[in-house]
């Protein structure tokens, strides 16, 4: 396949034009790579390079004038509307930047087109007049406001230009503008220089009259890159600018088109793949390019076109590890970079002007792994403890003399993040370059080259920053930093390094211009991305840019088209994916060049939908051998003694018995910036304790339950700060949850009151105990301990009872237990009579009960239903129900708890996962 440059390059040569003597004016700079090298193989005698140079270096050079970076140019339009507006009537930077672009943009395309200034600016103004009711009697300030700023307008832009031309700067669309006025001295000054325009579709107004100027002064000569088919046919928007250049251009009535070829007809196989989500298409183009590769294929002649910029990292991670060589001509929006995060979190971190941060800002911040290094000592990580603390203490919010109280030794990588910025743009830069610096010397350059040149991308962007603001200084806040810091991130890319000529080439849509290659594939061919569609950010409105011949959404789907086509056009093997997936913003549909593909009928479409492959996992449950050394783990447990709560845990499922109890796998615990439901019931256990544990072989009386009451508020208050922490609980969530407990105690301390009132009799024999017993198993060469504390043990009416207090709702047929052997196996139905038993079954066993006992549970969520007795049912006789615990009752239940550590030390059962609900 001959390329499009090298046919240009061939026909040159054919004629004998010396090519030393020529100046390439191409759509972008990545032609001009390929111009050369193409130049290469085609010369047999050494020559002096020609002049090889983008369309806007051309017109750069004819305007004699310096383009500004969008970023200063925005601030010295500010500069223009200052002068121009007064000082009460001022908008502030940051307000000012949510529009001045779109208004830049617009002077752009106003100059580029080379419009009549007067002509538009005074025709938007009586639009805007007639838009805004300016005839009526009583305007209000905001339409004044807005109509004041239309009238001013055409001084605004020529209150710009002016001041950009006096210091030989300007916009892209002054340099055109100036460009056409310096044409004539031009070419003057270079009377036999050959200009050769090569690869153009779309030219705005001011590219028309330079190459016509310099066509017809027989100084230039252009190639078009178009096929006959988009040529002939006059509805295809592929060969719609180029047929108004056939027929309006004085050249093209003189002299043939150059050229119109006839290769998109050529046999080519297309494949239209849809694939859901950008994620699927990047793995998927990464199969597709290892198909390739592993053909023997060389990816020299193959390209990978990106509809959308955000799939350039999910592909560099996708790619197969057989490709070595490739090369990427898009550059990666500094948006996209991972170390963005922790510039937007410090951004976050200190936009507001308080000096007290909120935890989860601060916890944001810390994990992120360049600042996490920033905090490594040895063998641990300051960062840690500092995280840790805010968990344990329920910190909310924080300042920075706070994290040095916590974490004293880091007081320089403390003040460079967490320093106050005073809401001064200055000082955060300051700060932010001063980090850069910081974290800079924890990397490796030799390992970590990458994230040295993520920082260094950084580095230049707020330098940047830095010298706007320390030039014009119109950033007043943090806020205003932001914004211009995000519009940068947006603008701003890091360029990729590698030989352009070499491997696989991958490149967004406009990068492919006057290119081709044999198999080409093109990503993200939806709606709305290929073409983009009906965008309009523009201030001009639909009807005054048809008047003017400005280009609209129509045109520029047809460079869109143009683009599309061209790619196809030499290629013999293409594939088109899009995604099958909607998301908010666009439609899950295929671009209507696909539908028009089809339609044509040219070419044999091949449809596939892709979908991933999903390998069939049976759906075993996680397994851990009991090898000899989690045998002693589990004797060393054993030794320690087994809690209630531990056993049971092991009955709802071994696997977290294994994480909690033999690995101490503890689950992360988060900050309660609302009082969480296991903080409640140690505020309830703990007051209860409080009241009653002095109390200890007292009768209770009417008046002490009195003086209980009177103490409620008090008791609870000093729990939750003992337990909660630096957690509030003064007002919002943690006020209600802070009102519920004192609602839950005095109810139950009603009860009391209620049941003593009655003629009961209630004893309080001890409150908090802590109960532990041994057990000497057979099978078993150690002895078993059994521990736990018991909330309360009492005698009601002469009959001793074990309570348990929970917090949460648990019904009567919770305590309720008909058939053993499932009460060791079946956590949801006998988890709490198992723990019940426990209790009750320490107690007997250090001789502190005589049997028979009762034992229940009091749950406040359920005061009502008052003390939930332990029952035993006879299963064929349900309506006897028996709440004695007797000496038969704790046989039954050492039975089956002796089974169940068995089963615990058993290294024939391994750990395996339950499913839980």
Not at 183 to 188: G, H, N, P, S
Request: aromatic residues 12%; hydrophobic residues 40%; proline residues 4%.
């Amino acid at each position: 396949m001959d390329s499009f440059i090298k046919q240009v390059l061939q026909d040159l040569n054919d004629k004998n034009v010396s090519l030393d003597t020529i100046v390439f004016v191409l759509p972008s700079k990545r032609a001009g790579v390929f111009l050369k090298n193409e130049l290469s193989t085609l010369l047999r005698r050494p020559i002096f390079s020609p002049s090889i140079i983008s369309i806007e270096e051309f017109v750069e050079e004819l305007s004699d004038l310096k383009l500004l970076p969008d970023s200063e140019l925005i601030f010295k339009l500010y500069e223009s509307y200052l002068k121009l507006t007064p000082q009460d009537e001022q908008e502030p930077f940051e307000s000012f930047f949510t529009w001045a672009n779109v208004l830049l943009q617009d002077f752009n395309e106003i100059d580029r087109y080379l419009i009549n200034q007067n002509n538009i600016f005074d025709y938007l103004k009586a639009i805007k007049e007639l838009n805004h009711w300016s005839l009526a009697e009583n305007q209000t300030p905001l339409i004044k406001q807005h109509l004041k700023f239309w009238n001013k307008l055409k001084q605004f832009y020529k209150t710009f230009a002016r001041d950009l031309l006096k210091n030989n700067q300007g916009y892209q669309g002054l340099l055109y503008r100036e460009a056409c006025n310096n044409l004539e001295l031009y070419m003057v000054n270079h009377p036999k220089l050959n200009h050769v325009f090569l690869g153009f579709n779309a030219l705005n107004t001011s590219e028309k009259r330079i190459i016509q100027e310099l066509i017809d002064n027989d100084l230039a000569q252009i190639y078009w890159d178009i096929d006959s088919t988009f040529l002939n046919d006059k509805y295809h928007d592929a060969g719609l600018f180029i047929r108004e250049y056939t027929s309006n251009w004085k050249h093209f009535k003189n002299g043939p088109l150059k050229w119109a070829s006839n290769t998109y007809r050529e046999a080519k196989s297309i494949k239209a793949i849809g694939v859901p989500k950008n994620v699927g298409q990047a793995k998927y183009i990464g199969q597709l390019l290892e198909t390739i590769h592993s053909k023997k294929r060389s990816l020299e002649h193959v390209a990978v076109v990106l509809g959308e910029e955000n799939l350039l990292l999910p592909l560099l991670n996708s790619l197969p590890e057989s490709i070595n060589s490739i090369n990427v001509t898009m550059g990666l929006p500094l948006k996209f970079v991972p170390l963005a995060n922790l510039f937007i979190s410090l951004f976050n971190l200190h936009k507001q002007s308080s000096n007290s941060f909120y935890y989860k800002d601060v916890v944001d911040l810390l994990v992120l792994p360049s600042v996490y290094r920033l905090f490594q000592q040895n063998s641990s990580n300051k960062a840690n403890e500092l995280i840790e603390y805010i968990q344990q203490n329920n910190i909310i919010y924080l300042d920075t003399e706070k994290i040095k109280s916590i974490i004293p030794d880091e007081e320089n990588s403390i003040d460079l993040i967490f320093g106050s910025w005073d809401d001064n743009p200055q000082i955060a830069i300051e700060r932010i370059s001063a980090l850069i610096y910081k974290i800079k010397e924890q990397l490796d350059p030799s390992v970590q080259r990458l994230e040295m040149e993520y920082l260094y991308c950084f580095h230049n962007l707020f330098n940047r920053l830095n010298d706007l603001h320390s030039q014009y200084n119109y950033l007043e806040n943090i806020s205003s930093l932001y914004t211009l810091f995000k519009e940068l991130l947006n603008m701003e890319t890091m360029d990729f390094q590698g030989e352009p000529l070499e491997g696989l080439q991958i490149m967004g849509m406009l990068e492919s211009r006057a290119l081709d290659f044999e198999t080409v594939i093109i990503s993200s061919v939806n709606e709305g991305i290929l073409p983009a569609g009906k965008t309009n950010n523009s201030f001009i409105p639909y009807d005054v840019k048809i008047e003017n011949a400005l280009p609209t959404f129509k045109e520029k789907d047809a460079v869109y088209t143009y683009h599309f086509y061209r790619l196809l056009q030499r290629a013999k093997e293409v594939y088109i994916i899009y995604n099958t997936e909607s998301d908010a913003l666009k439609g899950g549909e295929k671009s209507r060049f696909i539908a028009q593909l089809e339609v044509e009928g040219i070419h044999s479409i091949e449809q596939v939908l892709a979908q991933p492959q999903i390998p069939v996992i049976d759906a075993l449950n996680k397994t851990i051998k009991k090898t000899p050394e989690l045998i002693k783990e589990i004797k060393a447990l054993a030794e320690g003694g087994f809690s209630p709560s531990s056993l049971t845990s092991y009955i709802r499922n071994p696997l977290d018995f294994y994480y909690e109890k033999l690995l101490k796998i503890k689950e992360f615990e988060d900050v309660e910036e609302s009082i969480a439901a296991n903080t409640l019931g140690t505020v309830i256990h703990n007051t209860l304790e409080q009241f009653y544990k002095p109390y200890e072989n007292c009768t209770l009386t009417e008046e002490l339950l009195l003086s209980f009451k009177e103490k409620v508020q008090e008791a609870v208050a000093n729990e939750f700060k003992a337990t909660y922490k630096e957690g509030g609980f003064t007002k919002g969530k943690n006020l209600i949850v802070f009102e519920i407990a004192q609602h839950f105690i005095l109810n139950f301390i009603d009860i009391e009151l209620e049941s003593i009132k009655k003629g009961n009799t209630i004893k309080i024999l001890a409150i908090e105990t802590d109960e532990s017993t041994s057990l000497q198993i057979e099978g078993l060469d150690i002895p078993i301990i059994i521990k736990g504390k018991v909330d309360r043990v009492d005698e009601f009416n002469g009959v001793i009872r074990i309570i348990d207090y929970k917090s949460g709702k648990v019904e009567k047929n919770k305590v309720v237990i008909g058939v053993w052997n499932e009460i060791a196996t079946d956590y949801n139905k006998y988890s709490k009579p198992f723990q019940l038993l426990c209790y009750t079954y320490m107690m007997f066993k250090q001789n502190k009960i005589t049997l028979p006992v009762e034992a229940g549970i009091y749950s406040f969520k359920n005061l009502s239903a008052g003390l939930l007795k332990f029952t035993k049912i006879n299963p064929d006789q349900k309506n006897k129900r028996d709440e004695a615990i007797t000496e038969e009752t704790l046989r039954a239940f050492e039975n089956e708890l002796h089974k169940l550590i068995l089963e615990i030390f058993n290294p024939a059962i391994d750990f395996i996962e339950k499913e839980t609900d």
